[in-house]
């Protein structure tokens, strides 16, 4: 009797021993099917291109990330964050719109915020002036605002020295300004990896967040006479009312900058941001965009 107990233990003892090997090699399996079906990086048109969570600071995506490559207007998320930091700032208080700033926009040819020279702007509506149409006249007036010195040039030489001293402090050692707007002189750069580390570092002030989230916006100014106006700002970024979850950045274009786009997301509590640089059009920019952040929540934040 007993030695048949023995043998029905030892019979048990091997059919656990074949159960739970098999059952490692089933989860094996499984664990191999879901490796596999982890979505592929996404192809995109642009030449250089960047992703990372938000939350962590990890790199999801990276093509030609830290390639020096000409911004365009995406240059002015760094007016918006130098102004930002101002000590004191109010965001209330007011500029008288100057004729240099409209002369500029014609000698440029550059994207206008449409500001009329004697209308006393707000800092604030500066600020969607300059985010939303993309407005230089409203990055001049920001800059001439904010920078120190007696003339108006010297101002402006000093704003763009807050540019670049604001970047060596975050650490962006492939930027470098020349403008306030992104019409560059030549030595105007960033890459996909410092955009976003600077974009990330903007989106920390609820103005900035608040801002470049703004689809639209009627804001109502003081004319030179005493009387009011309202100025109506749309947002050249394609991504916000198009892709769930987008509450940001800004476009850039340019003869060498081509097109370019800062964009974030949040879904399920986790926000991606990113950059694409030299684009091949405002298509092709939003849609490079759109791949990025796919990738980053289906195959990163998925995860939790």
């Keep these: 009797m007993k030695l048949g107990i023995q043998r029905i233990r030892r019979v048990s003892a091997t059919a656990t021993v074949a159960l739970t090997a098999g059952a490692v090699l089933v989860g094996g399996a499984f664990a191999s099917s879901a ?135 975050l650490g962006l050692k492939n930027t470098h300004f020349d403008s306030f707007d992104g019409i560059s002189n030549g030595s105007n750069y960033s890459t996909p990896r410092d955009l976003t580390k600077l974009a990330s570092s903007a989106m920390k002030y609820s103005t900035f967040r608040t801002v470049v989230k703004t689809k639209s916006t009627k804001q109502k100014v003081t004319t030179k006479t005493g009387g009011s106006r309202y100025m109506a700002w749309t947002n050249t970024n394609k991504l916000l009312g198009t892709y769930s979850g987008a509450i940001g950045v800004k476009t850039g274009s340019g003869a060498t900058a081509k097109y370019c786009l800062v964009f974030a997301a949040t879904r399920n509590g986790k926000t991606v941001i990113g950059a694409v640089l030299t684009s091949t059009s405002e298509a092709t920019r939003t849609a490079d965009a759109k791949k990025i952040m796919d990738y980053g929540f289906k195959r990163y934040l998925s995860r939790g």
């Design 35 to 169: 490796q596999a079906a982890a979505p592929p990086a996404p192809t995109i048109v642009a030449k250089g291109g960047f992703l990372m969570d938000n939350g962590t600071g990890r790199t999801v995506f990276t093509k030609a990330a830290d390639t020096r490559r000409s911004t365009g207007s995406t240059t002015k998320i760094m007016t918006a964050r130098v102004v930002l930091a101002q000590k004191g700032l109010n965001l209330n208080s007011k500029v008288t719109i100057q004729k240099a700033y409209s002369d500029y926009i014609v000698s440029k040819g550059a994207s206008s915020a449409r500001l009329i020279v004697g209308d006393k702007v707000t800092v604030r509506q500066l600020l969607y002036g300059l985010m939303l149409p993309s407005g230089c006249d409203a990055a001049y007036a920001l800059a001439d605002k904010f920078g120190s010195g007696s003339t108006r040039a010297a101002r402006v030489k000093s704003f763009i020295g807050k540019m670049n001293s604001t970047a060596k402090g």
